[in-house]
Structure formats: structure tokens, C-alpha cells
């Protein structure tokens, strides 16, 4: 009996040993797989992100009046970059692109000062004749139809800026006291000019403001370079009512009160209507 007992109990199995340190091993292979793969996914958006606002889409807002009443200071805009060709590119002639032309939006970079963006109206491309008789446009000896230009009957009153009225200025007339010094527009400007109209060189373009008599434009400081142009806007995502002084902060502190100041007042300050509105 004792016998049996002591084979019983030798033959009974021992318990296996939990293991402990192959689980930890594993949760951290775990672990490390799953940082592996959100720093892989946030890696992949910020390419994304970057491409996208890089080739095809990127925002925008308005700082000052001259695009009013089309745009106001305030707008929050989405601009297609994915639209102009005429750069000369390879890939133009693989991708949607179309010519620039009169009458597009345009976001460029303002050729002198700080590079700053602006946005305005194309009105002559290269080879058009133009001139501006008592506010009204011709190009090529023809009236352009305008219905997006807006007027402001006291702005000249005093005479004091003659490009409100007519450009470009003839032999002997006075060149606008308004034209911008660091552009050298002063010097150049009669070169391009035959007989009473101005003719756009190759690769330029000659852009205005819908709020015309309000608008820093190409009269005032030259032609937009065809390799400046950023592209076109197409939607108004945002719009907050504002001035361009709310945009004129310099220091970091100020932009910084800017923000809270309109995150405080966000739904009263949203032109709830002006949102999701197409550019034209």
C-alpha cells in the first residue's frame, strides 16, 4: 500500500512554472508595435498635410479692403493651387491644369517689401493693351464688362491720386504720388507704355483690385509675375467680422490677444452667411 502510494505520488505531474518574464516580453513588443504604427500613421498625415498644402490646396485670409465688396477683410479662404498652367512644367501636360485668364482670382506673392501674399483680379495677360478712361477699362480698344468693381465716389475728390480716373499716365502727365518707391514702377512704368495704352510684357500679368479705388494694384507697383501666382480661391470657409487693423499686430503677444480675443467672440463675430460661399 505504501508503495502504491509513492508511485502515485512520483508519477502525479509538478505544475508548470508561470512565465512571467515571456508575458512582460510580449507586452512590450506589443507596445512597441503599437508606437511603431501611430508614429508611422502621424508621419504619413504630416506628408499628406504637407503635399496637399504644398500642390493643391492652402488657406487664406483677407487683411485689407481692396478686394471688397468680392472679398472682405476677414474672409478665410481655400485657394486652389492645382489649377494654373503656362509655367512651362513637364507635368502640365499629365495633370487638370487650364491658362490663366482675365478675370481670374489670383493669390501671388507681392514682388517687393516682404514677400507678403496678396490677392487680386487679373485684367490684362501678356500681349493686351490696356488703359482706364474716366474708371472704366478698355483692352485691346475694347470696354471691359466689370460687374464686380466696386466705386467709392469721394476717394479722389481732392484729385490727389489721377490713377482712380485714367492709366496709364501720357508723356508729360504726373505719375501717381501713391506709386510704391522700392518698386522702381516710377522708372519703368512709360516704357511699356505705346501711345495711351500700356502693353503687358511676356510672363507678367496685370492685376487690380475689385474695390478700385482702394486697391494697391498693379498701377501703383507693376506687373505680377506669372511665377508668383499661388493660385486661385474658390471657397470661403470662415469669415469673421474684423478690420484691418486686427491684422496690422506685429508682436507675437499681440497676434496671440488677437486670437482669444476672437475665439471669445466667435459666434457673434461669424458672418454666418458669407460661409461655405464660392469665390468669383
Keep these: 500500500m505504501a508503495e502504491e502510494i509513492a ?9 508548470p ?15 512597441a508595435t503599437t508606437i511603431s504604427e501611430y508614429m508611422e500613421s502621424l508621419l504619413v498625415t504630416v506628408l499628406l498635410a ?21 472679398l472682405l477683410i476677414g474672409d478665410h479662404l481655400l485657394v486652389n493651387k492645382f489649377i494654373f498652367g503656362g509655367s512651362g512644367a513637364w507635368y502640365e501636360k499629365l495633370l487638370p ?20 501674399h496678396f490677392v487680386k483680379r487679373v485684367i490684362g495677360l501678356p500681349g493686351d493693351r490696356l488703359k482706364l478712361v474716366d474708371q472704366q477699362m478698355y483692352v485691346n480698344g475694347k470696354l471691359l464688362s466689370e460687374p464686380y468693381v466696386v466705386h467709392d465716389p469721394l476717394a479722389n475728390t481732392n484729385g490727389y491720386d489721377p490713377f482712380i480716373n485714367s492709366f496709364p499716365p501720357r508723356h508729360g502727365e504726373m505719375i501717381s504720388r ?16 505705346q501711345g495711351d495704352e500700356l502693353v503687358v510684357p511676356p510672363g507678367k500679368l496685370f492685376a487690380m483690385g475689385d474695390n478700385r479705388d482702394h486697391s494697391s494694384d498693379s498701377r501703383y507697383w507693376g506687373f505680377v509675375d506669372r511665377s508668383a501666382i499661388m493660385g486661385r480661391p474658390f471657397l470661403i470657409y470662415w469669415s469673421v467680422d474684423a478690420t484691418s487693423s486686427d491684422y496690422a499686430q506685429t508682436t507675437f503677444f499681440q497676434r496671440l490677444a488677437g486670437v482669444f480675443d476672437t475665439l471669445a467672440h466667435l459666434p457673434a463675430r461669424t458672418r454666418w452667411g458669407r460661409m461655405l460661399h464660392t469665390v468669383h
Design 97 to 116: 491644369y487650364r491658362p490663366l485668364e482675365r478675370g481670374d482670382i489670383i493669390v501671388f506673392k507681392y514682388p517687393y517689401a516682404d514677400h507678403q
Design 50 to 70: 504637407l503635399f496637399g498644402t504644398s500642390f493643391i490646396v492652402q488657406a487664406f485670409k483677407i487683411p485689407s479692403a481692396s478686394m471688397e465688396g468680392t
Design 7 to 15: 508511485l502515485q505520488t512520483t508519477e502525479e505531474p509538478a505544475k
Design 17 to 31: 512554472a508561470e512565465p512571467v518574464e515571456p508575458k512582460k516580453e510580449e507586452e512590450h513588443h506589443e507596445d
Design 178 to 193: 501713391q506709386v510704391v518707391d522700392e518698386s522702381g514702377w516710377r522708372e519703368t512704368l512709360r516704357s511699356y507704355v
